[in-house]
């Protein structure tokens, strides 16, 4: 994992950035991706369900070739 640095509302927050991968493998990369970046196992089923959600909301869309506003729509409709 690669870490970065971003702002959000004038604070300046550090996460990880899982790297590029050109041949993603679902689930099993997310998994990996999740395992990497700390998260316990028991909760990895949980974030895999929301990812599945967010894929299912465009179905015949590439996942690559989702971005922000997809992702802030689908967010809005569970608001």
């Known amino acids: 994992m690669k870490e970065s640095a971003i702002q959000h509302k004038g604070v300046q927050v550090r996460r990880s950035v899982a790297p590029f991968d050109s041949e993603p493998r679902w ?8 395992a990497e970046g700390g998260i316990p196992e028991k909760e990895r089923p ?8 967010f894929f299912q909301r465009y179905p015949g869309r590439a ?7 997809e992702l802030q729509r689908f967010l809005a409709v569970l608001h």
Request: aromatic content about 22%; charged content about 25%.
């Open 27 to 34: 689930p099993d990369g997310y998994f990996e991706v999740l």
């Open 46 to 53: 949980f974030y895999a369900h929301w990812v599945r959600q």
């Open 63 to 69: 996942r690559r070739s989702l971005g922000i506003r």
